[in-house]
């Protein structure tokens, strides 16, 4: 590796007053994998924000492929030669693979286009990688892998010389996550450099040249490669309470089975799940859970198999609604965009299952009277607040889970309940899951990665090539 492609020197920078990056100093080598772990999320949007582009800073000097390209006294508001990549594809979904490569491409100086040469070139790139993607297909009918293996492809062709890897293990699988970090070495070795940002110091330590620990807008520790080991991250990790009182049942108090549950990408999964247990579903593809998620909402048909939930066969589901009615709650991943409405005030939010679940008799309005009561007890609960915006990401995370434990469903799916929190939020989480199962509530958790999910699981059931494990 030969010189920087960025150097972020002394930099502060605040917004409306909050200091989001605080005195922050790192700099990034030419084709180096620089990874960072946000202990707290704070200051990390802003961070990536001032990587793209330059804009004002309060103290400091940011440096772009060893030239001065911010400084706390200008500004000049361009973009560097940066490419972010996360879950939500700049991929145009309505064209092909290649025309999103070559097409819109700054780098493209010809005015007739041939759709056959650039085809070749693209599926020469794919076979190199061993990578089975048409380059004839549309965005909008590739997996979430393959969008992003174009994407960072696109982004090469495109000139970037650093890519930002935001937390990928949120939704890539963990075969795909291998097989995607040997493209990132591949293009490494070519000088293209990555900061590649996670959520566990164990996937950053596997494929990053060196890890900055990044917390309330500083950069608190840099971790050279040789001194990579559990022991030096005890200092910045969060102790996790896994103590529950599992109520694991014997086989006589079976709550769902899975029997021959079939689909496209799961083949006869058969499994027993007793009342209040917690058990989590890893599917390594990426494909099963999305399977189970549509199932769920209705929009999946089996190809063979049922599910007996309460000892009834159930072999489709009409949608979430339905759901509700037989008291199973599919949280889904970012519960806060999806599951809380912000027209409602905390109460409403709070309360908005259970009145489905009493039908607004004497019993709910005797329970909201109940609750306003316990919860104002609670440190941090603003029950009284009718703009729930205001509320912090902890508190928000707090109130989907107490409108979970209010409802008392037996049974729930979470679907990837810990992506995108930061350690902070990982470690709530936990506390609200296990608050649950010590309601004797049945969880089912469906993730890509293993995450945090064995803390609070008593089993892991794994798919992987539509077998189940």
Known sequence: ????????????????????????????????????????????????????????????????????????????????????????????????????????????????????????????????????????????????????????????????????????????????????????????????????????????????????????????????????????????????????????????NIIIGFEDFTTTNIYKLNIRINKGECITILDKDNKGIQDIVEFLKGNLTLIDGNIIFNRKTIKSIRDLNSLIENEILFIPENPIDNFLFFNMSYLENLMFLLEQKLNNNLSFRKKIKRLKENYKLLEDVNINENDISNLSKKSLYDLIYFKVYEFKPKLIFLMQPFSGADMYLRARIIQLINKLKNEGITIIILAVSISDTLIVSDRLITIKDDSVF
């Open 1 to 252: 590796m030969n010189g920087e492609i960025l150097r972020i020197e002394n930099v502060s920078r605040k917004i409306d007053g909050i200091t989001y990056l605080d005195n922050i100093n790192f700099n990034i080598r030419k084709g180096e994998i620089l990874g960072l772990l946000p202990l707290d999320n704070h200051g990390k949007e802003q961070l990536i924000e001032l990587i793209i582009k330059n804009l004002n800073i309060d103290y400091g000097r940011v440096y772009f492929d060893e030239k001065l390209v911010n400084y706390y006294e200008y500004s000049d508001m361009q973009y560097n030669e940066v490419y972010v990549i996360d879950k939500n594809t700049k991929l145009i979904s309505e064209l092909k693979v290649i025309d999103n490569i070559y097409v819109l491409n700054n780098t493209l100086n010809q005015f007739i286009i041939n759709e056959n040469i650039l085809s070749k070139k693209a599926k020469a790139i794919f076979e190199y990688f061993d990578l089975d993607i048409n380059p004839d297909k549309y965005i909008s009918d590739l997996s979430q892998f393959e969008k992003v293996v174009v994407e960072t492809i696109k982004a090469v062709i495109n000139g970037a010389k650093l890519i930002i890897l935001n937390e990928l293990s949120n939704f890539l699988s963990i075969n795909e996550l291998y097989n995607f970090q040997k493209l990132i070495k591949y293009y490494s070795n070519k000088d293209i450099s990555f900061l590649y940002m996670a959520n566990h110091h164990e996937e950053a330590f596997k494929i990053c040249n060196r890890v900055c620990l990044l917390e309330d807008g500083k950069i608190v520790k840099v971790i050279e490669k040789n001194d990579y080991s559990d022991e030096i991250m005890l200092p910045y990790i969060v102790e996790f309470d896994s103590n529950t009182n599992s109520k694991i049942s014997d086989n006589e």
